[in-house]
Protein backbone atom coordinates (compact mmCIF):
# COMPACT_ATOMS: atom_id res chain seq x y z
CA UNK A 1 0.00 0.00 0.00
CA UNK A 2 1.38 3.48 -0.97
CA UNK A 3 0.33 7.02 0.01
CA UNK A 4 -0.39 8.66 3.59
CA UNK A 5 -3.44 7.97 6.19
CA UNK A 6 -3.91 10.67 8.31
CA UNK A 7 -5.96 10.86 11.48
CA UNK A 8 -7.11 12.93 14.19
CA UNK A 9 -9.09 12.92 17.98
CA UNK A 10 -9.60 15.59 20.06
CA UNK A 11 -8.89 16.25 23.73
CA UNK A 12 -11.21 15.73 26.67
CA UNK A 13 -12.41 18.17 29.55
CA UNK A 14 -14.09 15.53 32.11
CA UNK A 15 -17.35 18.02 33.34
CA UNK A 16 -18.43 15.43 35.99
CA UNK A 17 -15.81 13.32 37.90
CA UNK A 18 -17.05 10.87 40.72
CA UNK A 19 -14.74 8.49 41.93
CA UNK A 20 -15.66 5.59 43.72
CA UNK A 21 -13.20 3.55 46.16
CA UNK A 22 -10.10 1.86 45.02
CA UNK A 23 -10.94 -1.34 43.61
CA UNK A 24 -8.65 -5.38 43.73
CA UNK A 25 -7.47 -4.27 40.17
CA UNK A 26 -5.84 -0.73 41.46
CA UNK A 27 -8.27 1.47 39.41
CA UNK A 28 -11.36 3.51 41.08
CA UNK A 29 -15.06 3.01 39.76
CA UNK A 30 -16.25 6.18 37.69
CA UNK A 31 -19.31 8.04 37.11
CA UNK A 32 -17.67 10.72 34.78
CA UNK A 33 -18.74 12.80 31.46
CA UNK A 34 -16.07 13.42 29.11
CA UNK A 35 -16.40 16.71 27.26
CA UNK A 36 -14.32 16.30 23.58
CA UNK A 37 -13.53 19.65 22.47
CA UNK A 38 -11.74 21.32 19.57
CA UNK A 39 -7.92 20.71 19.92
CA UNK A 40 -6.76 17.79 18.10
CA UNK A 41 -3.68 15.03 17.82
CA UNK A 42 -2.85 14.01 14.63
CA UNK A 43 -1.52 11.03 13.60
CA UNK A 44 0.28 9.98 9.98
CA UNK A 45 0.91 6.55 8.97
CA UNK A 46 2.86 5.88 6.04
CA UNK A 47 4.56 2.95 4.41
CA UNK A 48 7.41 1.61 6.74
CA UNK A 49 9.18 -2.17 7.33
CA UNK A 50 8.52 -2.61 11.31
CA UNK A 51 6.95 0.32 13.09
CA UNK A 52 8.90 3.45 13.92
CA UNK A 53 7.52 6.28 15.60
CA UNK A 54 7.95 9.60 15.33
CA UNK A 55 6.94 12.67 18.08
CA UNK A 56 6.41 16.29 17.71
CA UNK A 57 4.77 20.04 18.80
CA UNK A 58 3.26 20.53 21.85
CA UNK A 59 5.13 19.53 25.31
CA UNK A 60 7.18 17.35 23.23
CA UNK A 61 9.66 18.77 25.36
CA UNK A 62 13.59 18.40 26.12
CA UNK A 63 15.22 15.14 26.11
CA UNK A 64 14.69 14.02 29.96
CA UNK A 65 12.57 16.66 30.66
CA UNK A 66 8.77 15.54 32.12
CA UNK A 67 6.84 16.60 29.00
CA UNK A 68 8.85 13.93 26.90
CA UNK A 69 6.40 11.80 24.69
CA UNK A 70 8.33 8.73 23.94
CA UNK A 71 9.27 7.65 20.40
CA UNK A 72 9.25 3.66 21.21
CA UNK A 73 7.02 0.82 21.92
CA UNK A 74 6.36 2.34 25.61
CA UNK A 75 4.36 5.05 23.64
CA UNK A 76 0.47 4.37 23.23
CA UNK A 77 0.75 4.78 19.73
CA UNK A 78 3.25 1.80 19.31
CA UNK A 79 1.08 0.00 21.77
CA UNK A 80 -1.90 0.19 19.42
CA UNK A 81 -0.52 -0.60 16.60
CA UNK A 82 0.97 -4.13 17.81
CA UNK A 83 -2.11 -4.33 19.62
CA UNK A 84 -4.06 -4.18 16.05
CA UNK A 85 -1.91 -5.92 14.48
CA UNK A 86 -2.15 -9.40 15.97
CA UNK A 87 -5.94 -8.72 16.23
CA UNK A 88 -6.04 -8.66 12.62
CA UNK A 89 -3.35 -10.59 11.61
CA UNK A 90 -1.34 -8.56 9.64
CA UNK A 91 2.32 -7.43 9.82
CA UNK A 92 2.65 -4.08 11.97
CA UNK A 93 4.95 -2.26 9.07
CA UNK A 94 3.99 1.56 9.38
CA UNK A 95 6.26 4.33 9.78
CA UNK A 96 3.93 6.47 12.39
CA UNK A 97 3.68 10.49 12.83
CA UNK A 98 2.09 12.10 15.80
CA UNK A 99 1.80 15.53 15.66
CA UNK A 100 0.76 16.78 19.17
CA UNK A 101 -1.29 20.10 19.69
CA UNK A 102 -2.72 18.41 22.95
CA UNK A 103 -0.22 18.84 26.31
CA UNK A 104 1.04 16.19 27.68
CA UNK A 105 0.30 14.95 31.39
CA UNK A 106 -2.34 17.81 31.23
CA UNK A 107 -5.46 15.23 32.32
CA UNK A 108 -7.09 16.45 28.76
CA UNK A 109 -6.01 12.49 27.50
CA UNK A 110 -3.66 13.73 24.59
CA UNK A 111 -2.11 10.31 24.94
CA UNK A 112 -5.54 8.54 25.00
CA UNK A 113 -6.25 10.86 21.57
CA UNK A 114 -2.88 9.74 20.06
CA UNK A 115 -4.01 5.95 20.47
CA UNK A 116 -7.26 6.56 19.69
CA UNK A 117 -6.18 8.23 16.48
CA UNK A 118 -3.69 5.28 15.59
CA UNK A 119 -5.83 2.97 15.72
CA UNK A 120 -8.75 5.02 13.19
CA UNK A 121 -5.49 5.56 10.80
CA UNK A 122 -4.03 1.92 11.13
CA UNK A 123 -7.31 0.36 10.38
CA UNK A 124 -7.78 2.15 6.91
CA UNK A 125 -4.07 2.01 6.21
CA UNK A 126 -3.56 -1.84 6.60
CA UNK A 127 -7.25 -2.65 5.50
CA UNK A 128 -8.22 -4.50 8.12
CA UNK A 129 -12.11 -3.59 8.42
CA UNK A 130 -12.26 -3.75 11.79
CA UNK A 131 -15.70 -3.19 13.36
CA UNK A 132 -16.54 -0.43 15.51
CA UNK A 133 -17.00 -3.11 18.63
CA UNK A 134 -13.39 -4.66 18.41
CA UNK A 135 -11.50 -1.19 17.97
CA UNK A 136 -13.55 -0.25 21.46
CA UNK A 137 -12.12 -3.05 22.93
CA UNK A 138 -8.93 -2.58 21.83
CA UNK A 139 -8.94 0.66 23.00
CA UNK A 140 -10.11 -0.14 26.77
CA UNK A 141 -6.97 -2.65 26.77
CA UNK A 142 -5.05 0.52 25.82
CA UNK A 143 -5.90 2.90 28.64
CA UNK A 144 -9.95 4.00 30.68
CA UNK A 145 -9.93 7.16 28.41
CA UNK A 146 -9.17 5.90 25.11
CA UNK A 147 -13.05 4.35 24.21
CA UNK A 148 -13.54 7.94 25.00
CA UNK A 149 -11.63 9.27 22.75
CA UNK A 150 -12.58 6.83 19.93
CA UNK A 151 -16.11 7.94 20.17
CA UNK A 152 -16.06 11.81 20.92
CA UNK A 153 -18.69 14.26 21.63
CA UNK A 154 -20.85 13.85 25.27
CA UNK A 155 -20.62 10.46 27.28
CA UNK A 156 -21.19 8.95 30.43
CA UNK A 157 -18.17 6.84 31.14
CA UNK A 158 -18.52 3.93 34.01
CA UNK A 159 -16.35 1.17 34.92
CA UNK A 160 -12.84 2.24 35.06
CA UNK A 161 -14.32 5.57 32.55
CA UNK A 162 -13.46 2.21 29.12
CA UNK A 163 -17.60 1.80 29.48
CA UNK A 164 -18.21 4.93 27.50
CA UNK A 165 -22.80 5.74 26.55
CA UNK A 166 -23.59 8.98 24.48
CA UNK A 167 -25.43 11.59 26.03
CA UNK A 168 -27.53 14.12 24.93
CA UNK A 169 -26.72 18.00 24.79
CA UNK A 170 -28.39 20.75 24.37
CA UNK A 171 -25.90 22.96 22.29
CA UNK A 172 -21.90 23.97 22.49
CA UNK A 173 -20.41 24.73 25.10
CA UNK A 174 -17.17 27.34 24.91
CA UNK A 175 -13.67 26.87 27.40
CA UNK A 176 -10.28 28.20 28.03
CA UNK A 177 -7.50 25.92 28.58
CA UNK A 178 -5.09 27.16 31.24
CA UNK A 179 -2.16 24.75 30.69
CA UNK A 180 0.62 24.55 33.12
CA UNK A 181 4.52 24.11 32.33
CA UNK A 182 4.83 20.68 34.42
CA UNK A 183 2.80 17.54 34.10
CA UNK A 184 0.64 15.99 37.32
CA UNK A 185 1.32 11.87 36.99
CA UNK A 186 -2.67 10.17 36.96
CA UNK A 187 -1.69 7.43 39.34
CA UNK A 188 -0.36 10.00 42.12
CA UNK A 189 -3.33 12.07 41.53
CA UNK A 190 -5.52 9.26 42.59
CA UNK A 191 -3.16 7.88 45.06
CA UNK A 192 -3.08 11.21 47.11
CA UNK A 193 -7.30 10.92 46.62
CA UNK A 194 -7.34 7.48 48.51
CA UNK A 195 -5.13 8.67 51.20
CA UNK A 196 -6.91 12.15 52.07
CA UNK A 197 -10.11 9.82 52.28
CA UNK A 198 -7.89 7.45 54.28
CA UNK A 199 -7.16 10.19 56.78
CA UNK A 200 -10.49 11.29 56.60
CA UNK A 201 -9.65 14.54 54.82
CA UNK A 202 -12.17 14.26 52.22
CA UNK A 203 -15.31 12.15 53.30
CA UNK A 204 -15.46 8.24 52.76
CA UNK A 205 -17.44 6.94 49.67
CA UNK A 206 -19.26 3.67 49.02
CA UNK A 207 -19.51 4.30 45.05
CA UNK A 208 -18.89 7.19 42.72
CA UNK A 209 -20.88 10.58 42.80
CA UNK A 210 -23.75 10.09 40.83
CA UNK A 211 -23.17 11.98 37.27
CA UNK A 212 -27.13 13.22 36.60
CA UNK A 213 -26.86 16.94 37.59
CA UNK A 214 -24.49 17.59 34.93
CA UNK A 215 -26.47 15.50 32.69
CA UNK A 216 -29.33 17.15 32.84
CA UNK A 217 -27.53 20.69 32.80
CA UNK A 218 -26.26 19.94 29.44
CA UNK A 219 -29.44 18.91 28.39
CA UNK A 220 -31.01 22.29 29.30
CA UNK A 221 -27.96 24.08 27.05
CA UNK A 222 -27.83 26.63 29.80
CA UNK A 223 -24.19 27.66 30.42
CA UNK A 224 -24.66 29.09 33.90
CA UNK A 225 -26.16 25.59 34.41
CA UNK A 226 -23.39 23.56 33.63
CA UNK A 227 -21.00 26.03 35.57
CA UNK A 228 -22.96 25.18 38.89
CA UNK A 229 -22.81 21.05 38.17
CA UNK A 230 -19.42 20.69 37.38
CA UNK A 231 -17.57 18.39 39.91
CA UNK A 232 -14.19 16.35 40.08
CA UNK A 233 -13.33 14.49 42.85
CA UNK A 234 -9.41 14.17 41.75
CA UNK A 235 -9.25 18.34 42.26
CA UNK A 236 -8.59 18.16 45.89
CA UNK A 237 -5.92 15.78 45.65
CA UNK A 238 -4.96 18.02 42.57
CA UNK A 239 -4.81 20.69 44.52
CA UNK A 240 -2.91 19.05 47.22
CA UNK A 241 -0.22 17.92 44.80
CA UNK A 242 0.06 21.40 43.13
CA UNK A 243 -1.14 24.70 45.53
CA UNK A 244 -0.72 26.75 42.70
CA UNK A 245 -3.74 25.54 41.19
CA UNK A 246 -5.66 27.50 43.63
CA UNK A 247 -4.43 30.91 41.92
CA UNK A 248 -5.07 29.37 38.46
CA UNK A 249 -8.65 28.44 39.45
CA UNK A 250 -9.12 31.76 40.93
CA UNK A 251 -7.50 33.72 38.12
CA UNK A 252 -10.04 31.95 36.00
CA UNK A 253 -13.01 32.81 37.92
CA UNK A 254 -11.65 36.68 38.27
CA UNK A 255 -11.23 36.62 34.72
CA UNK A 256 -14.84 36.33 34.35
CA UNK A 257 -15.08 32.46 33.95
CA UNK A 258 -18.28 31.54 34.94
CA UNK A 259 -16.40 28.25 36.77
CA UNK A 260 -13.65 27.07 36.36
CA UNK A 261 -12.27 23.55 37.51
CA UNK A 262 -9.33 21.25 37.27
CA UNK A 263 -9.80 18.83 34.05
CA UNK A 264 -9.05 15.61 34.51
CA UNK A 265 -6.57 14.60 37.13
CA UNK A 266 -4.75 17.65 36.00
CA UNK A 267 -3.04 20.15 36.03
CA UNK A 268 -4.93 21.76 33.62
CA UNK A 269 -7.60 24.51 34.63
CA UNK A 270 -10.89 24.35 32.18
CA UNK A 271 -12.53 27.71 32.17
CA UNK A 272 -15.93 28.06 31.08
CA UNK A 273 -17.41 30.89 29.44
CA UNK A 274 -21.05 32.48 28.33
CA UNK A 275 -20.30 32.20 25.23
CA UNK A 276 -17.83 32.28 21.76
CA UNK A 277 -16.87 35.86 22.12
CA UNK A 278 -17.16 35.58 26.15
CA UNK A 279 -14.09 32.70 25.44
CA UNK A 280 -11.97 34.76 23.26
CA UNK A 281 -12.15 37.63 25.99
CA UNK A 282 -11.81 35.12 28.74
CA UNK A 283 -8.67 33.64 26.85
CA UNK A 284 -6.97 36.93 26.48
CA UNK A 285 -7.85 38.25 29.94
CA UNK A 286 -5.91 34.93 31.14
CA UNK A 287 -2.66 35.20 28.51
CA UNK A 288 -2.15 38.15 30.14
CA UNK A 289 -2.13 37.09 33.68
CA UNK A 290 0.77 35.12 34.08
CA UNK A 291 -0.30 32.04 35.27
CA UNK A 292 -0.32 30.16 32.72
CA UNK A 293 2.40 28.97 30.11
CA UNK A 294 -0.41 28.62 27.46
CA UNK A 295 -3.99 29.17 26.85
CA UNK A 296 -6.40 27.94 24.56
CA UNK A 297 -9.91 28.67 23.85
CA UNK A 298 -12.09 25.45 22.83
CA UNK A 299 -15.29 24.57 22.35
CA UNK A 300 -17.14 20.68 22.72
CA UNK A 301 -18.47 18.59 22.15
CA UNK A 302 -15.99 17.74 18.94
CA UNK A 303 -16.01 14.58 16.84
CA UNK A 304 -13.86 11.54 18.07
CA UNK A 305 -11.26 9.88 16.24
CA UNK A 306 -11.28 9.95 12.49
CA UNK A 307 -9.81 10.13 9.29
CA UNK A 308 -8.82 13.58 7.77
CA UNK A 309 -9.18 13.89 4.17
O1 LIG B 1 -6.33 3.46 32.32
P1 LIG B 1 -5.12 4.31 32.41
O2 LIG B 1 -3.88 3.60 31.95
O3 LIG B 1 -5.27 5.65 31.78
O4 LIG B 1 -4.91 4.60 33.97
C1 LIG B 1 -3.72 5.15 34.47
C2 LIG B 1 -3.71 5.03 35.98
O5 LIG B 1 -4.70 5.89 36.56
C3 LIG B 1 -4.04 3.65 36.52
O6 LIG B 1 -2.91 2.83 36.58
C4 LIG B 1 -4.60 3.97 37.90
O7 LIG B 1 -3.56 4.23 38.80
C5 LIG B 1 -5.32 5.29 37.67
N1 LIG B 1 -6.76 5.10 37.39
C6 LIG B 1 -7.60 4.72 38.44
N2 LIG B 1 -8.94 4.55 38.20
C7 LIG B 1 -9.45 4.75 36.98
C8 LIG B 1 -8.62 5.15 35.90
C9 LIG B 1 -7.27 5.32 36.15
O8 LIG B 1 -7.15 4.54 39.57
N3 LIG B 1 -10.75 4.59 36.77
Redesign the pocket.
Known amino acids: MTGAVVARAPAKVNVHLGVGPLRDD???E?HTVYLAVSLFDTVTVRPGEGLSLTVSGEGTGVAGGPGQVPGDRTNLVWRAAELLAERAGVPADAALDVAKRIPVAAGLAGGSADAAAALVALDAFWGTGAAREDLLELAARL???VPFSLVGGVALGTG??EQVSPVLAGGRSHWVLGISGEGLS??AV?GELDRMRAAGRLPQVTGPAPAEPVIAALRSGSAADLGAALTNDLQSPALNLRPDLRRALRAATDAGALAALVSGSGPTVAALAVDEAGAVRLAAELAGTGVFRTVRAVSGPAPGARRVP
Open positions: GFHLGSDRGTPY
